[in-house]
């Protein structure tokens, strides 16, 4: 069975400074995907990003980065120089890569609450 | 391209009713999946569908249920509302050739709250 863990509840922090939500998953597949969503106030889950099990290169898109650590079974995401607009709940999610029997469902973890002080 | 779309937004209703939440999924994308969102139990899984035809169901009793249209829009219907309904229901579409990644693009939600 699948299972993703974020430990952290809720994060508060003062504008500008760096944050680290972390994600751990368990999955017995060998090939599956880590995402991140962030959900703002008005509910809408948006996409952050995909990784697959194959590929641990970290990841950088502008304030974000994220870490791929197999060995820890760990997905953590970084938000450099945070913004009171990245205040949300950040979901990260699992999904097995099998197609036999139709899409997987995701498997999100309970969710980290994010808020940024001005 | 517009995004996925949730109708309605909000609703009410009390204990026993019936209801139907509407979902129509990005152009294109054939795949609609829904899911539950409560403080308790969180994001949960409730069913897929593709091409009108469920692929995979999560582990909802018998009074969730959903369908899929020939153009991809898809329904569910919760009959005999309980208190425990309440909830954020997300509707997710899929583009199929991004089947094995399974990347997924959330509506805004219907949030029903059962009174």
């Known amino acids: 069975a699948q299972k993703v863990t974020q430990a952290q509840t809720e994060i508060s922090v003062v504008e500008k400074e760096d944050v680290t939500l972390d994600c751990v998953y368990e999955?017995?597949?060998?090939?599956?995907?880590l995402f991140w969503y962030k959900q703002p106030p008005s509910g809408e889950l948006v996409f952050l990003i995909r990784r697959n099990s194959f590929d641990e290169q970290n990841e950088i898109s502008g304030r974000y980065s994220w870490n791929f650590q197999k060995s820890t079974s760990s997905f953590n995401f970084t938000i450099t120089a945070s913004q009171v607009v990245d205040s949300a709940v950040y979901f990260c999610?699992?999904?097995?890569?099998?197609?036999?029997?139709?899409?997987?469902?995701?498997?999100f973890g309970s969710g980290t609450r994010l808020q940024v002080q001005p | 391209k517009a995004g996925v779309t949730q109708t309605p937004r909000y609703l009410i209703k009390t204990r026993g009713q019936q209801v139907t939440l509407s979902c129509s999924p990005i152009s294109g994308h054939r795949s609609v999946s829904w899911y539950q969102q409560t403080p308790g139990q969180g994001l949960q899984f409730l069913f897929e569908?593709?091409?009108?035809?469920?692929?995979n169901k999560g582990n909802f009793p018998g009074r969730f249920s959903g369908r899929q249209f020939s153009n991809s829009r898809s329904e569910m219907n919760v009959s005999t509302l309980e208190l425990g309904d309440s909830a954020l229901y997300l509707c997710?579409?899929?583009?199929?050739?991004?089947?094995?990644?399974?990347?997924?693009?959330f509506g805004p939600g219907t949030r029903l709250t059962v009174l």
């Open positions: 999955t017995r597949d060998t090939t599956y995907y």
């Open positions: 997710a579409s899929s583009p199929e050739q991004n089947a094995r990644s399974n990347e997924q693009f």
């Open positions: 569908y593709f091409s009108e035809t469920q692929r």
């Open positions: 999610a699992l999904s097995e890569a099998r197609r036999d029997t139709g899409r997987r469902a995701l498997t």
